[in-house]
């Protein structure tokens, strides 16, 4: 299993890049414009289709106090030429005084195409 990685190089509320490794064997780069609007790539790897790059935007759905927050996403997902459409929803938390940069990410993907597919992931962050 792996985990996830978050590297930012400001807090939520400024722009920043983000780094996303989590347990369905995904890395994202995330780029946040400000504090409401990410653009996200995704590699994914195995899990529904071998290897597929997502091309995402990220909304930031509420920042419940300077350590959390709920964000939602949309995106194509290559399956057969971006046949599917990812809608992830996600919780991010940095909960530690001492090293506020480290925390979790606790993510459901939703997968619409042929079929529905409801992927659940879980990572460590970091941000910096």
Do not use: C
Request: hydrophobic content about 45%; glycine content about 8%; aromatic content about 16%.
């Amino acid at each position: 299993m792996l985990f996830a990685a978050f590297i930012s190089s400001n807090s939520f509320s400024q722009e920043g890049l983000e780094v996303n490794v989590n347990s369905e064997r995904t890395l994202g780069f995330e780029y946040w414009f400000n504090d409401k609007v990410a653009g996200v790539l995704r590699l994914h790897q195995g899990v529904l289709d071998g290897y597929s790059v997502a091309p995402m935007l990220f909304l930031n759905l509420k920042e419940i106090n300077e350590s959390t927050m709920l964000y939602l996403g949309v995106g194509l997902r290559e399956v057969e030429e971006f046949e599917t459409i990812s809608i992830p929803l996600g919780l991010r938390v940095f909960p530690f005084d001492k090293t506020p940069n480290f925390g979790f990410t606790l993510e459901l993907e939703n997968v619409f195409g042929d079929d529905y597919i409801l992927i659940p992931s879980f990572g460590l962050s970091y941000r910096f």
